[in-house]
């Protein structure tokens, strides 16, 4: 049997339910929108293109909203190249330059050398492709040996543009990957879960090409092996891939240029809200799944969800 309200608390129970309806709407305290770049790649041939609809969000095991979902189209990308690469290295850069200059106009590119730690920057971030291009150089081989490219990734994040939520940011990294300034001959270089957690802070997918150094060392397999291993997992936690051919020197990069490039004309960028990191914000584990048939995702492994108001 239902049960009817007496006239007279009518008007009492809407005004109590408008103000509680204006309560629910508004958003939870500490909560907020992160924003993370979503690769969508193809099990054969290019992908679809994906609305917001097609995607499935999870936080942690938690599904959560997609609260936005763009094609993001503007690209910040930085080439930083090992100064340690034996200087045959630049027997690529006609493939490097070709890549650069098919970025679209609204792709700002830098370029860079890693050297002591450090990124050394040649060129600014500049829509005049032709300028990045010419920044590249004939890599330094030994005279550069004292390098990490982990350190140099870290070096130059922290001057990184401030993303906002309003564009893609992409590295492309051309290294041994092995690591002169701090590393040994553990399997774990000290500073890969440092750069990792910094580049998923800042939203900024590590794509990383295997090139050999110059140095004696590169020629070790157990060397090489470890140092493969640090930049795929560079790469894959942060949304990205890692390309290399054996232990020996590829014939030629542009098949890699070429499937980065499709990648990045392939990105979205996507918007949920989260309740918070706490006080002190935390990472925490992303999945986003399709059941679209020809289309499955990049993802960085985590995201960074800032600190509760």
Known sequence: MKVYPRPGT??????????FT??????????????????????????????????????????VQATDWRRGENLYLAILIDD???SEAASQWSDLKAFIAAQPQNAYVAVAYSRNGAAMVVQDFTQDHALAAKALRIPLGNAGAFSSPYLA???????????AGDHRSSILLISSGIDYFRGGFDPLDPDLDSTIERAQRENVNIWTIYYPDAGHISRGYFRVFNAQANLSRLSEETGAESYYLSYGRPVTLKPYFDEIQQHLNN?????????????KGKFERVRVTTELPNAEFLTPSEVFLPPSE
């Open 10 to 19: 009518q008007l009492l129970l809407a005004a109590f339910a408008l103000s």
């Open 22 to 63: 204006s309560f629910a709407s508004a958003p939870a305290r500490g909560a907020g929108a992160v924003t993370l770049t979503v690769t969508a790649v193809a099990k054969k041939g290019t992908p679809p293109a994906i609305k917001k609809d097609d995607a499935q969000v999870f936080e942690g095991k938690e599904r």
């Open 84 to 86: 340690s690469l034996d």
């Open 153 to 163: 990734v870290q070096d130059w994040l922290k001057r990184w543009p401030s993303s």
């Open 267 to 279: 990105q979205y960028l996507l918007s949920f809200a989260s309740g918070g990191g706490g006080k």
